[in-house]
Structure formats: C-alpha cells, structure tokens
C-alpha cells in the first residue's frame, strides 16, 4: 500500500462517512467520502475552498500556493495537500490534520461537501473528466478475441430497415440497368434483323413484278392461278408482314411511275395478292402511323371499296388521321356531296384547307361538288372554307345563298363574304357592302370599305365621305379613300384639297403613284 492511499484511509478515519448527492446539469451522486476525496483530487482549484495542514514541520514549498502563518499552510489545491501530507509522513512527522476552509471560515466535512454540490447545481463549477485507465492492452486483448460478424445468416440482413431500404435500392437498380441492356440488344437485333430481311426481300420481288408487268397482259394478271402467283411470290413468305410490306411499297412506287395499262396492272395485282385485305387489317390498328399508313395506300391503289371503313376515321381526334381520310374521300368518291366534310367537329388548319382546296379544284370539272352544303355546317371553320371555295372557284351561282345568310352570320363570315363579292365584282349585293360601312367592328368596316371601291355605288360615296368626316385610324382612312378615289375621283380630289392634314397629304400621294396603287 502506497503512501498516498494511506494518508487517503488516514483523512477518511477523522471524518464522519456518508454518502451525498451532488447536482449539475445532470445529478452527480458521491458514493462515499473516497468518491468525495477523488473528485476534489482531480478538479483542482474550487472558488472558495482552501485547505490546511496543522502541522508546524511542514515545507512552505509545497504546493501550488500557500499562506505562510507560524505554524499552518494554507492550499487552494487538493492535491497538494496530499503531496504534503506525503512530505510530512516521509519526515517522521505527527499524523497531519486536513482542515476546510469555506471563504477563510473553517468548515466540517459535511459543509464543504454541501458547498461543493451547490457550485455544481448552479453551474458555477464545471467538473473536470478525467478518464480512468483501465490498466490493461486492449490491442492485445483483441487479439485473442475471435472475430464474429455482427449480421449472421441472410435474414439478420431484413431485419435493419435501412440495412434492407439500400439492398432493394441496390437490387432495383442493377434489375433496371439489367433490364435496359437486355432490352437494347434485343431492340438492336430485331432492328438488324429487320434490316437485312428488307434488303433480302427487296431482290427477291424486283425480278418477279418486272416479268408479270411485261409479260402479262391485264386480262391474264388477273385469271393468273395460285400455282402460277406462288411461283413468283411464294405464298409462305406472303404470310409474313415484312414481305408484305416490301411488296406494298414496291408496288406504290411503281404506280407512282407508270401509266395507262401498267397502274391497271399494279392495281390488279395488288388485289391479286391479297394485299387489299393487308391495307384495310391497318385501319383498325391502334398505332396513329399504321392507321394513316392504312389510308395512303387505299390513296394510292384506288381501292374504292373500302370508302366506307375511310369515312370512319373522317372525324378522327387525330389530326393526320383524319387529314388523310378526307384526302383518300375527295380522291375516290365519284359524287362527293361533302357532307362528311360538314359533319367535322375539329376547326380546319390553313394546312388542311391549301390540301383540300387543291384537291377539290383538280375534281371540279370531273366530279360533282355539293359545295353549298358546308354553309351549313355548325363548324365555323368550315363555313369559312366554304365561302373561301366559292370566291376560289369562281361558283356564282352560289352568291345568292351567300346573300340570304349574311345577315345571320358573324362579322369574322360576313368579312369573308365581302371578300367573295369583291373578288367576283357582283354590283347587285351593294347593300350588304353599304350596311357593313355602317358596323362598329372597324374590321368588318375595313372589308366593306374595301369591296366598295369593286362593288359600290352613289349611297356608298355618301356613307364614306361621312365616316371620312369622323377621325378614324389610319389604315382605314386610307382603305375609305382608295374607294372614293375609285368610286368618284371628283368627290376625292375636294376632299383632298380641302383637307389640311399631314396624313391625308402622304395617303394621297400614296394613291396618286401608279406604282404603289395596288400596295
């Protein structure tokens, strides 16, 4: 036993055991007065704690500091009254006495304690950790421990919920990436595949169509017998959809390119083949493409027949869809009353308009075209698309039911209906043109203004001078004066003298240039 741990069992003897609590922020609990003696060791300084030693052969030397009197040493440091007490024990001398002293006052074990455990519960001091050494190799020790993992057997692995959140992640995305390459190579090789078995057809049915064409005539292409058709185009590969394909192509191309007899053929032909029931199988798919693909090839082959599956898709919600099934109906109807065209829910494109207004002027001198019968339409667009038919295709006929609406319609029809009279220049329909100068859409009133100088007569003068009398914008004032300057060039030349305006000046000018005239 070491002279330290016997002053320690010394100091203990003299004072009363008990137990204490000591409160900080968290509670701190003494065991016993040894708890007590450790904690006082290993702080150090406590604000107001000093110590003392009564015995007179003490060294004032030791310690950390002192107060020298004749016979006491005073400390602020526990542990330098333990080196003391070493000091004294070493030198023989009387057993040494540790006395507490609380702001100079002495003061019994019990008070100190009490003191120190107040310090702590008000913050005022902070306890010093000091880690204890556990006296032993801990490397070594591990050592000789034999390793065992934390996780034993797959299920140990479920049962962490975030262990098992980032293994199913893992798994997901090596199954995707998995998944994503499996799928590219099987999309690559039947694209290759794809590839090479058009290539492959391709030769194998130039040869065949190029000898029927020409060595057949019309009547023996379409009395050719299976043996003979199976020959030329084996009837196992016509069972697959890409032979059918290169077949269809080939054939359209070719009709494309030929006349006369030769489309007879190809036509016959493709009915020969079956092919007609491959095109119609495409109207029913589910594929946009494969539907419009469908109604070009029923475009290109002529194949009357199926018109009525064509005007199914007529008012498709698919814009190309149903594009192309008014094109394939304008192309093959024999009598086309339009009335599909009337029926259409979706307003018309220009794009959609150019096509069909291309269409319908190629068919007009061979086809009979119920052009009347989109007036009637509730699609606004269509109704314009009329009339623009009307003014287009020079139908003077049907301005007098263009007369008989106007005065029903809306001012963006009226505006139309004014353009189709001024461009077919009908004085008998002045009165539509004379009651729209009067209107209070200045659109409708620029339209009117404008067939006036085409369609107008004395009343309209009268009606323009007024409104020229008005401040009006620009472009109408200048719309109003190119039709009076039409329509009475005396009228025109008072008003220009008598106006002092700076636009009126530059209009003139304007209308005076034989260049700029019809700018």
């Known amino acids: 036993m070491n002279y330290k741990n016997a002053v320690a069992l010394v100091f203990l003897f003299f004072l009363l055991i008990k137990t204490a609590k000591v409160y900080s922020q968290k509670e701190v609990t ?34 950390n500091s002192s107060e020298n009197t004749s016979s006491y040493v005073t400390f602020t440091d526990f542990s330098a009254v333990l080196r003391g007490v070493d000091s004294l024990m070493l030198s023989d001398a009387k057993s040494p006495q540790i006395e507490f002293f609380i702001y100079n006052d002495p003061a019994s074990f019990e008070a100190t304690l009490e003191y120190v455990s107040n310090l702590i519960g008000s913050g005022d001091l902070q306890i010093e950790r000091v880690d204890e050494p556990t006296g032993k190799d801990l490397i070594s020790l591990a050592s000789k421990v034999h390793y065992s993992p934390m996780f034993k057997g797959v ?12 293994t199913v ?28 078995l058009l290539i492959i057809y391709d030769e194998q049915v130039v040869s065949p169509l190029s000898e029927i064409l020409f060595d057949k005539s019309l009547e023996e292409l ?30 359209i191309a070719l009709n494309k390119k030929m006349k006369g007899d030769f489309k007879l053929k190809l036509k016959a032909l493709y009915k020969r083949l079956a092919l007609d029931k491959v095109t119609m199988s495409k109207l029913s798919s589910k594929q946009w493409d494969t539907v419009v693909t469908g109604l070009v090839e029923i475009n290109e082959m002529d194949l009357n027949e199926t018109l009525r599956e064509v005007k199914k898709h007529v008012n498709s919600p698919n814009f190309y869809i149903r594009s192309q099934a008014v094109t394939t109906i304008l192309n093959l109807s024999n009598s086309v009353d339009l009335s599909f065209l009337r029926d259409q829910t979706f307003p018309l494109s220009r794009w959609q308009q150019m096509n069909y207004l291309r269409i319908i002027k190629y068919l007009q001198s061979t086809r009979t075209l119920q052009i009347n019968t989109l007036f009637d339409s509730t699609n606004q667009s269509i109704r314009l698309f009329g009339y623009k038919l009307v003014r287009v295709l020079g139908l003077v006929e049907l301005l007098t039911e263009l ?24 004085p008998a ?38 409104l020229l009398a008005e401040e009006v914008g620009f472009r109408l004032k200048m719309t109003l004066l190119k039709s009076l300057h039409s329509l009475d060039a005396t009228r025109y030349g008072q008003y220009i003298q008598e106006s002092s305006s700076s636009e009126t000046y530059r209009i003139n000018q304007h209308i005076s240039d034989p260049l700029l005239l019809d700018v």
Do not use: C, H
């Not at 065991?31 to 052969?57: V, Y």
């Not at 299920?155 to 980032?166: E, H």
């Open 169 to 196: 992640t893992i798994l997901l995305f090596f199954a995707v990436a998995l998944g994503m390459i499996v799928f590219m190579i099987i999309y690559k090789t039947r694209r290759n595949r794809k590839e090479a």
């Open 222 to 251: 379409v009395s050719i017998s299976d043996e003979e058709l199976n020959e030329s185009f084996p009837a196992k590969l016509r069972k697959k959809p890409i032979y059918n394909q290169v077949l269809i192509e080939r054939i």
């Open 403 to 426: 007369d008989e609406k106007f005065g029903s319609v809306s001012d963006e029809e009226k505006i139309e209906i004014l353009k189709t009279f001024e461009y077919l220049g009908v």
């Open 155 to 166: 299920r140990a692995y479920f049962s962490d919920f975030k262990i098992f959140v980032v």
């Open 429 to 466: 329909q002045n009165e539509l043109v004379n009651s729209s100068l009067k209107s209070e859409n200045n659109q409708l009133v620029i339209a009117a203004a404008k067939a006036a100088g085409s369609i107008g007569d004395e009343s309209s003068v009268e009606i323009i001078s007024g």
């Open 30 to 63: 003494f065991a016993d007065s040894t708890s007590f003696a450790e904690f006082l060791t290993n702080q150090g300084e406590i604000p107001g704690l000093k110590f003392r030693l009564s015995n007179p052969g003490i060294d004032n030397s030791v310690g």
